[in-house]
């Protein structure tokens, strides 16, 4: 299993990005995904996931401001963010839970001036 994430890169406040992860090896289109970010000097949190239904779910800080999405013929998983705050500098991950394990990405590092 493979999860290739990429988009970061440094934008001002209130500026826009959108990430990407494609997936290989696994039935994307059955399994939940997920975004997380990593501060600097902080644990790893969940930032949004969206079920294989389509179900989604965002972590009160970024409600309103980024959206999850999936397109399953791509295998990819995309965060929307807008309205981006000095606060969501970090590396972001993709992840997802197939076959009794947890898979990552490599992290997009998401750098947002004042």
């Known amino acids: 299993v493979q999860l290739q994430a990429s988009g970061g890169g440094l934008v001002q406040a209130g500026g826009s990005l959108r990430l990407s992860c494609a997936a290989r090896?696994?039935?994307?289109?059955?399994?939940?995904m997920g975004w997380y970010r990593q501060a600097p000097g902080k644990q790893r949190e969940l930032v949004a996931t969206?079920?294989?239904?389509?179900?989604?779910n965002y972590t009160d800080s970024v409600k309103g401001r980024f959206t999850i999405s999936r397109d399953n013929v791509k295998r990819t998983v995309y965060l929307q963010m807008n309205n981006l705050k000095p606060d969501d500098t970090a590396v972001y991950y993709c992840?997802?839970?197939?076959?009794?394990?947890?898979?990552w990405g490599q992290g997009t590092l998401v750098t947002v001036s004042s």
């Open positions: 992840n997802t839970n197939a076959r009794s394990t947890v898979w």
């Open positions: 090896g696994i039935n994307f289109r059955l399994y939940d």
């Open positions: 969206i079920s294989s239904e389509h179900i989604v």
